[in-house]
């Protein structure tokens, strides 16, 4: 099966400057995150979607950071306007949710964000 | 707030020795552990969960609630076994935060010949 798909794989803007994130996820799976992985740390969540809603968006700093996922597929991540601590990789990831069960999260190979 | 520590941000060990990656939660409730690895250049991805038990490329983790850890454990090493270990917790199924993965600062596993 086809994996988590991303682009672009790597961005290099300067700060102030607009940038976007795409992600298609597994065909199937209805639920959908987005993390970012600052350098030397874990990923943290910023947004969790199921199908079309966002569920979670505590993490998501919301003055600078959007994100949509229309139809419950694709989803875009937006950063307007970058700042020199965005630099990081941004990982989406996709799953099935089905009742009470969350089955594995499979993530893509993530966007290399450098903010010069 | 749930969290994740692995207290070891590298660890060497020799081919066919036992390995040890370490792993502590904080989480109020019953969670859901995982371990995630991901080699060089390649994905994140599952290595394995405790609620499935199971034995993946010859690691295992118990889940130990006294001590809230839950340790990543491999009797004998292996050299494509380098990679970087990522512990990560979930919160109980029904609850507000299922679903939603905390991870630890990683481990950088190193296997020499």
């Known amino acids: 099966e086809a994996g988590v798909v991303q682009s672009p794989r790597y961005k290099i803007i300067e700060k102030k400057q607009p940038v976007a994130f795409w992600c298609n996820p597994i065909s199937g799976h209805n639920t959908l995150y987005w993390y970012r992985q600052n350098l030397g740390q874990g990923p943290e969540l910023l947004i969790r979607y199921e199908n079309e809603e966002a569920v979670d968006d505590s993490q998501l700093p919301k003055d600078r950071f959007s994100a949509e996922r229309l139809k419950g597929v694709d989803s875009t991540l937006k950063i307007q306007p970058a700042e020199l601590g965005d630099s990081a990789v941004y990982l989406c990831?996709?799953?099935?949710?089905?009742?009470?069960?969350?089955?594995?999260?499979?993530f893509g190979p993530g966007t290399r964000l450098t903010v010069t | 707030a749930q969290r994740v520590t692995q207290p070891e941000k590298l660890l060497s060990v020799f081919k066919g020795a036992p390995v040890e990656l370490k792993c502590n939660y904080s989480?109020?409730?019953?969670?859901?552990l995982f371990w995630y690895v991901q080699y060089s250049r390649q994905r994140l991805q599952l290595l394995l969960r405790h609620i499935s038990r199971e034995s993946i490329k010859g690691f295992t983790a118990d889940l130990n609630k006294g001590e809230t850890s839950f340790h990543l454990k491999k009797p004998f090493a292996q050299e494509e076994d380098s990679a970087m270990y990522y512990c990560a917790l979930s919160g109980a199924a029904g609850g507000t935060s299922y679903g939603k993965l905390t991870f630890g600062q990683g481990t950088i596993l190193t296997v020499h010949p």
């Open positions: 990831a996709s799953s099935r949710i089905a009742g009470l069960t969350t089955y594995e999260q499979y």
């Open positions: 989480y109020s409730g019953s969670p859901e």
